[in-house]
């Protein structure tokens, strides 16, 4: 099983970015797919989750708003739109697959997000 993370760089407060994670090497029908991020010294954090299957979402309250995850089940891609970026949002960023429960039992690589102020 991979996850390839991509679409992380360095963007001025204020902009877009749009990540993108290509999922393989197994069927991930009936998998919940999320983002997560861990910025300078701090824990890890969950943005958002989908629904392989059903396409449904769920954001925790802290994190409604600016970010929007979705997936193309054609093309494997669990993508996450992050807009209005902010300083603070400066992390790596990271999906991760669960098929059981809620841990996730599958991890992408990561990909740095700077955003510059």
């Known amino acids: 099983v991979q996850l390839q993370a991509s679409g992380g760089g360095l963007v001025q407060a204020g902009g877009s970015l749009r990540l993108a994670c290509v999922a393989s090497?197994?069927?991930?029908?009936?998998?919940?797919m999320g983002w997560f991020r861990q910025g300078p010294g701090k824990d890890r954090e969950l943005l958002s989750a989908?629904?392989?299957?059903?396409?449904?979402?769920f954001y925790p309250n802290s994190m409604k708003g600016r970010f929007t995850i979705s997936r193309d089940n054609v093309k494997n891609t669990v993508y996450l739109q992050m807009n209005s970026l902010r300083p603070e949002d400066t992390a790596v960023y990271y999906c991760a697959a669960s098929g059981d429960g809620p841990s996730y039992q599958y991890w992408g690589q990561g990909t740095l997000v700077t955003v510059s102020s």
């Open positions: 989908i629904d392989w299957n059903s396409g449904e979402t």
């Open positions: 090497g197994r069927s991930f029908s009936g998998y919940t």
